[in-house]
């Protein structure tokens, strides 16, 4: 059973265009982070959100944390081909925000045309 | 430039071989982590280690899987004998948790994997 479910799982867009990716569960989450994976290379973190409804921006992209703490989305704007890559999202479910591993999500592909 | 450290970073080998994967951590890290990635599952924890200790290996399969840590600069993964269906991208990952109270978080780090194929 997979405990996050990230949609969609493919995306192709042009540079430009604005986008939206989901990531929810049925299960509550003490936080969740997102992290970017290019090919190759390992996941990086790029946010972690904590409180039901919290809004964080980095740069041109928005992720929001759901007011139950169940689900999240990720806003970019204006995505660039340097946007390209899988993004996947990961929720803790101990108090120690990860301390006792993550549940990932299987990611959402999305690549950015010129 | 601290980075997680994983060896070999790719591995093909024969079905019922011995593989060991190995990762250093960043230095000062108190917590390594062993996820494994795959197309079909994504990403999962497997284990993990605290100062050293193992916490939880839940994730493993126990008849052929093997985390360790013999000292705070180097974890091990074996599996012994190998399947085909173990092959999959293997990353370490470490971080520093002290508060458990804190639900903001900590960031971990994770290596460049290590990519394994068994045929």
């Known amino acids: 059973t997979q405990l996050l479910e990230q949609s969609p799982q493919f995306l192709s867009i042009q540079e430009g265009e604005n986008l939206t990716v989901y990531c929810n569960s049925s299960s509550v989450f003490s936080s969740l982070q997102w992290y970017r994976q290019e090919p190759g290379e390992g996941p990086v973190l790029l946010v972690t959100v904590v409180t039901g409804g919290e809004v964080k921006k980095l740069k041109r992209l928005t992720f929001q944390f759901g007011d139950a703490r169940k689900d999240s989305s990720l806003h970019i704007t204006a995505a660039q081909p340097g946007d390209t890559g899988l993004y996947l999202c990961a929720g803790a479910q101990d108090s120690g925000g990860g301390a006792d591993g993550l549940t990932f999500g299987k990611g959402t592909h999305l690549i950015i045309q010129p | 430039d601290a980075r997680v450290t994983q060896t070999p970073r790719h591995k093909v080998t024969e079905m019922g071989q011995e593989v060991t994967m190995r990762c250093q951590p960043i230095l000062g890290h108190n917590t390594v982590f062993w996820y494994r990635q795959t197309m079909m599952q994504g990403l999962e924890l497997l284990a993990y280690?605290?100062?050293?200790?193992?916490?939880?290996d839940s994730g493993m399969p126990k008849d052929r899987f093997s985390a360790e840590m013999p000292d705070a600069t180097l974890a091990t993964l074996k599996i012994q004998p190998s399947e085909p269906r173990d092959s999959a991208v293997y990353f370490c990952?470490?971080?520093?948790?002290?508060?458990?109270?804190?639900?903001?978080?900590?960031?971990?780090?994770f290596g460049e994997g290590s990519w394994l194929t068994v045929v």
């Open positions: 280690f605290r100062n050293r200790a193992p916490l939880d």
């Open positions: 990952a470490s971080g520093f948790y002290l508060d458990r109270g804190r639900r903001s978080g900590n960031t971990i780090y």
